[in-house]
């Protein structure tokens, strides 16, 4: 009897301590949340810190707002690579779970989807500090409180918007199939674009600050995993980021355009946003216009880069922007020791963690000089001025297959021109020198035109000549930009099996 009484005495405790998380805390993202989180977006921290205590004040048992709080700890650190607010805000994470594990009701889809979030948020941030096997483990979590939360509230679009994330991306992800497996790590590109496609067509979210979210998650899906560009560019001119103001849009917006062979307008859009807002703390705007003005050969592109690396205070980027300083100087006034200078500085500054900043510090400890003509070809080609650069590599061509020390340099320039320019098959026999040439060496750039071949015949439809070759771009490992060029051929792979 004693026990029977206890069990109900304990599910009436239970069910009274439901009721009471049901009455008093909940999720809403109202007009208020709304104006919050567009102060994320422009980076106005502090008047953001601002309206959060007031808006606990007046909404105490509003979880979202540890939610948006937990925005905005992610936007200083991952845009901003704040270390001190990093270092200062973790260990609020787990106080953060705890609390809504505590308020929340169990009933209630925003409460394991938000959970996720934190964790998916904290992840991305412990990446740019170096903080992997933490970083995976919270990805991990993630990934198994939307799946559980998918299956609980099929009707709830939000889980699609990192679920979508994970599962275009788990097939490139450099992981064992036995570890995937064991984690039940599945997914494809399309299910992650059709999941996110689903979030955007859902009514009750396109005037909330997830649509534009979404936006941003389908553009970075279509654009960098599928592969198809051409129709990204046209969905980002009828999205809410084309008329966006804040600059977190306006980065992505650019990226996408420059990408694309528009460096004019990115030029555009960034001098006329940095030239109304030269205090931003977004300083790598100052580095992509920079870059932008650099690919154009303009005289000033060296102000922006040296901008960027005396205010920026994070640890990326540092390197790849000394690298292009030394480039100005060469392009510009064949200035050979300014050039060495730069690149002296490549290897006292920043980190070497990303691909560009790998580069610039291999480049630095090689110790050779590029040669004026490939550069410039190089720099027109990041820029979009496929037909400058090709006139300018076919021009000078009798000095190149002279001097047999750039000669793999040349043909790659020129592989990647002509495949700009729609000359599928010469760009594939100008690749195919190189990878003669390169067999057996871990030159990123063999391992590259393995990619672009890839690419090409998938176009083209060759479907056995693209695994070919993408499989042959695996079997390359170079010491700079592998694991970005070899998630591009995973990730063809991926495309061609479905």
Request: glycine letters at 4%; proline letters at 2%; charged letters at 25%.
């Given at each position: 009897?004693?026990i029977?009484?206890?069990?109900?005495?304990?599910?009436?405790?239970?069910?009274?301590?439901?009721?009471?998380?049901?009455?008093?805390?909940?999720?809403?993202?109202?007009?208020?949340?709304?104006?919050?989180y567009q102060?994320?977006?422009?980076?106005q921290?502090?008047?953001?810190?601002?309206?959060?205590?007031?808006?606990?004040?007046?909404?105490?048992?509003?979880?979202?707002?540890?939610?948006l709080e937990?925005?905005?700890?992610f936007?200083?650190i991952?845009?901003?690579e704040?270390?001190?607010?990093?270092?200062?805000?973790?260990f609020?994470?787990?106080?953060?779970?705890?609390?809504?594990?505590?308020?929340?009701?169990?009933?209630?889809?925003?409460?394991?989807?938000?959970?996720?979030?934190?964790?998916?948020?904290?992840?991305?941030?412990?990446?740019k500090?170096?903080e992997?096997?933490?970083?995976?483990?919270?990805?991990?979590?993630?990934?198994?409180?939307?799946?559980?939360?998918?299956?609980?509230f099929?009707?709830?679009?939000?889980n699609?918007?990192?679920?979508?994330?994970?599962?275009?991306?788990?097939q490139?992800?450099?992981?064992?199939?036995?570890?995937?497996?064991?984690?039940?790590?599945?997914?494809?590109?399309?299910q992650?674009?059709?999941?996110?496609?689903?979030?955007?067509?859902?009514?009750?979210?396109?005037?909330?600050?997830?649509?534009?979210?979404?936006?941003?998650?389908?553009l970075?899906i279509?654009?960098?995993?599928?592969?198809?560009?051409?129709?990204?560019i046209?969905?980002?001119e009828?999205?809410?980021?084309?008329?966006?103001?804040?600059?977190?849009?306006?980065?992505?917006?650019?990226?996408?355009?420059?990408?694309s062979?528009?460096?004019d307008?990115?030029?555009?859009?960034?001098?006329?946003?940095?030239?109304?807002?030269?205090?931003?703390?977004?300083i790598?705007?100052?580095?992509?216009?920079?870059?932008?003005?650099?690919?154009?050969?303009?005289?000033?592109?060296?102000?922006?880069?040296?901008?960027?690396?005396?205010?920026?205070?994070?640890?990326?980027y540092?390197?790849?922007?000394?690298?292009?300083l030394a480039?100005?100087?060469?392009?510009?006034a064949?200035?050979?020791?300014?050039?060495?200078?730069?690149?002296?500085?490549?290897?006292?500054?920043?980190k070497?963690?990303?691909?560009?900043?790998?580069?610039?510090?291999?480049?630095?400890m090689?110790?050779?000089?590029p040669?004026?003509?490939?550069?410039?070809?190089?720099?027109?080609?990041?820029?979009g001025?496929y037909?400058?650069?090709?006139?300018?590599?076919?021009?000078?061509?009798?000095?190149?297959?002279?001097?047999?020390?750039?000669?793999?340099?040349?043909?790659?320039?020129?592989?990647?021109v002509?495949?700009?320019?729609?000359?599928?098959?010469?760009?594939?026999?100008?690749?195919?020198?190189?990878?003669?040439?390169?067999?057996?060496?871990?030159?990123?750039?063999?391992?590259?035109?393995?990619?672009?071949c890839g690419?090409?015949?998938?176009?083209?439809?060759?479907v056995?000549?693209?695994?070919?070759?993408?499989?042959?771009?695996?079997?390359?490992k170079?010491?700079v930009y592998?694991?970005?060029?070899?998630?591009?051929?995973?990730?063809?792979l991926?495309?061609?099996?479905?």
């Amino acid at each position: 009897m004693r026990i029977l009484q206890c069990i109900l005495t304990g599910l009436f405790l239970t069910l009274a301590v439901n009721l009471c998380k049901a009455e008093t805390a909940y999720f809403d993202y109202n007009p208020a949340i709304q104006s919050f989180y567009q102060k994320l977006l422009h980076l106005q921290f502090e008047e953001a810190s601002h309206d959060l205590a007031m808006l606990a004040r007046q909404e105490p048992d509003n979880l979202a707002l540890i939610h948006l709080e937990n925005y905005a700890d992610f936007y200083q650190i991952f845009i901003l690579e704040d270390r001190e607010v990093f270092e200062r805000q973790s260990f609020k994470k787990k106080e953060r779970i705890r609390e809504i594990e505590s308020k929340a009701s169990q009933s209630d889809p925003y409460t394991a989807f938000v959970i996720a979030e934190i964790h998916l948020q904290w992840a991305l941030a412990r990446l740019k500090f170096e903080e992997y096997l933490k970083a995976a483990n919270e990805l991990y979590t993630a990934y198994q409180l939307l799946q559980e939360n998918a299956k609980m509230f099929p009707d709830f679009s939000l889980n699609m918007k990192s679920l979508s994330i994970i599962h275009s991306l788990i097939q490139s992800i450099p992981l064992p199939d036995i570890v995937k497996d064991l984690g039940g790590l599945s997914g494809t590109i399309d299910q992650g674009l059709a999941e996110i496609s689903a979030l955007l067509r859902d009514e009750q979210y396109q005037d909330q600050f997830w649509h534009q979210e979404a936006e941003a998650i389908y553009l970075s899906i279509l654009f960098f995993q599928a592969q198809e560009k051409e129709q990204a560019i046209l969905y980002l001119e009828d999205s809410a980021i084309a008329s966006s103001e804040d600059p977190v849009s306006l980065f992505l917006r650019c990226t996408l355009l420059q990408k694309s062979g528009r460096n004019d307008e990115v030029i555009d859009l960034l001098d006329s946003y940095l030239k109304d807002h030269m205090d931003t703390p977004f300083i790598y705007l100052y580095f992509m216009l920079g870059s932008a003005k650099l690919n154009r050969l303009d005289t000033d592109a060296n102000d922006m880069l040296s901008k960027y690396v005396q205010d920026f205070q994070g640890q990326h980027y540092i390197k790849e922007a000394y690298q292009k300083l030394a480039w100005h100087s060469l392009v510009q006034a064949n200035d050979i020791p300014g050039y060495k200078k730069h690149m002296h500085a490549v290897l006292q500054h920043g980190k070497s963690v990303i691909d560009g900043d790998k580069q610039a510090e291999s480049a630095a400890m090689d110790n050779e000089m590029p040669h004026p003509v490939l550069l410039k070809a190089r720099l027109l080609y990041d820029g979009g001025y496929y037909n400058e650069a090709y006139i300018l590599l076919i021009k000078e061509a009798a000095q190149f297959y002279q001097e047999t020390r750039f000669y793999s340099d040349y043909f790659y320039r020129l592989g990647r021109v002509t495949q700009a320019l729609d000359n599928y098959s010469e760009a594939i026999d100008y690749y195919s020198t190189l990878l003669d040439d390169a067999e057996g060496t871990q030159d990123y750039r063999a391992c590259n035109a393995a990619l672009q071949c890839g690419i090409i015949y998938e176009k083209q439809g060759k479907v056995d000549m693209a695994k070919e070759y993408y499989t042959v771009c695996l079997s390359i490992k170079p010491k700079v930009y592998r694991s970005s060029i070899h998630q591009k051929a995973k990730s063809g792979l991926v495309r061609l099996a479905q």
